[in-house]
């Protein structure tokens, strides 16, 4: 793996959760809504302590065929009252609506691209999913962030067996450096044992973790947090910190053991099969143990704003709500 | 430079010229009747000697908001009958009304990213130009071209004083060997002495040619060819064949000097403030001088297809219309 030498280091690395930016339920629909949201407190959390400055909006498109590129582009005269440097941060989103339907109607995660279908299912999986990552640019460009789409395929990331063989973190770099956000995406890619598969953005989170070593980690998702078992039920409880040790291992120490049902780690596994909590908790766990803390946190709430801010960097007020996973030494 | 190494040669890399699929004078609007001809051209081009194959349609996405994936996701019950295996062909295409706004009102090919307004210009053109690259893309996969979008500066490619300084031969090399058509463009990209600069798509035909040595290259446009004035002028003459020497000089060799009016360097450099026509004719020599026959043809008419299905290779036709540039020792 190529060596990366980034000027300074970088901030943060937050994943926009396929379920937290779209509509689960209905064929590639942004959920427009929580979309902006977190846009603006992207913008907010990477552009600390310069709040005075204009905003400049870097969406010049038209948007539903219709031009309102007059109203972004206000007089720009005076350049110095803009403010267009923020902080170091890398943003991957997932696919929710976007991506999923194509990928398992064609079984693309499972290989085999000399089969028709399985080779129009990745080119459709690929429309799919960069339709989504350009309308997320697009929503960060229109805050004013200076986003740059980077899709994981055509940036030379590749598989095999499903485990990162090669990824463009040269050109991540090149890109932050530049003073701009890399927005990388969950996305087919070749495999060179299976031909090709799906790589998830939560796999290519932690692939970025590792090389960059970002200061935290920040999972926005539709719930808020890790929960001892589905969120849905009545009885779920919020896990607040989640600690892991040298081995990996990782053990809940907030709510602590003695309040709670004993069942916790059967009832997560339990979980996995309806939303892949134990995949993200794993993932999670492993960025965790490279002394990087992991803040996994509903999106568009104050909650997350305050995550994405570096807010809980060296304490957890009690009024936060979300999971926070700690390499425990 | 990397060296590529391709499984088989590649038969064309065509460019789909701004001008012939965007509506010039109209702000980021397609011509969508020139795309999905030029895209059928594209299969039957492609897909010569398997037309008794259906085609498998590749976009499954949302179009104008409104599903339509159900048309396009027909009974795939034998997989067989469907020809998904094309001749290895790399398309770029221009910006046309995208793109070109977003950097002339910032200056994005002057460079100076460190000022608000390029920075900002920078982002507004990529978003402008991958809005187009998507839909060519969606196109072509309609057509059943297994086509991949491969943005040029997330691909790695950057200029040094607006020359080529690096780019990702290897990523395009490795898609045609898996079966995929890859779709470049014309984009902003980082330079190492001005900051960013404008990489046309002619120059990235040029440079692709160079290393990747087609059999032939097409130039799609909106008019017949090259002109020996603006092919407004009723005067202007049509020059069929342009013969480019090994010092690169080119000199029209039908019709013959003698049929034409002398005038025709002075005016045909004249010509290049209005249409870039000498750039492209240098970009264009300089690939024939390899031994590649570069053709230039109107765009969407029965001259264009003959020249992607290779039909002029040996011989040109006198009832063909556009302007062959080859090799003559």
Not at 168 to 193: E, M, T, Y
Not at 311 to 328: A, C, K, M, N, Q
Request: aromatic share 6%; net charge negative.
């Amino acid at each position: 793996m190529e060596e990366t030498n980034l000027n300074q280091t970088i901030r943060c690395i937050v994943k926009l959760g396929g379920a937290a930016i779209t509509c689960k339920n209905e064929l590639e629909k942004i959920n427009e809504e929580n979309l902006d949201t977190v846009s603006s407190h992207l913008r907010q959390a990477m552009n600390l302590g310069s709040c005075s400055k204009q905003v400049m909006g870097m969406d010049w498109s038209k948007r539903d065929g219709v031009s309102d590129i007059s109203s972004s582009l206000c007089d720009f005269g005076d350049q110095c009252q803009f403010n267009v440097d923020f902080s170091r941060f890398v943003v991957v989103h997932g696919a929710g609506s976007f991506g999923h339907f194509q990928a398992s109607k064609s079984g693309v995660h499972k290989g085999g691209l000399n089969q028709p279908l399985v080779k129009a299912g990745f080119v459709a999986t690929r429309i799919s999913v960069t339709t989504l990552n350009l309308e997320i640019v697009r929503a960060l460009a229109r805050e004013g962030i200076p986003s740059i789409a980077m899709s994981p395929y055509s940036c030379g990331w590749s598989t095999s067996e499903r485990n990162v063989a090669s990824a463009d973190l040269l050109g991540v770099a090149k890109a932050i450096d530049s003073g701009f956000i890399p927005v990388l995406h969950g996305d087919a890619v070749l495999d060179d044992r299976l031909g090709c598969t799906i790589l998830s953005g939560d796999v290519i989170i932690r692939h970025l973790a590792e090389h960059l070593r970002p200061e935290y980690v920040v999972f926005l998702t539709d719930v808020s947090g890790v929960y001892d078992r589905p969120p849905t039920d009545p009885n779920a409880v919020l896990l607040r910190e989640i600690a892991v040790d040298e081995d990996g291992k990782w053990s809940v120490v907030k709510p602590t053991p003695q309040s709670m049902n004993k069942q916790v780690e059967i009832t997560v596994a339990a979980h996995d099969t309806t939303g892949g909590m134990v995949t993200k908790i794993s993932e999670a766990a492993m960025i965790a143990k490279l002394g990087i803390d992991v803040y996994i946190v509903k999106a568009a709430t104050s909650h997350s704003l305050r995550a994405l801010r570096g807010e809980l960097r060296h304490d957890i007020p009690d009024d936060w709500l979300g999971t926070v996973i700690r390499f425990s030494r």
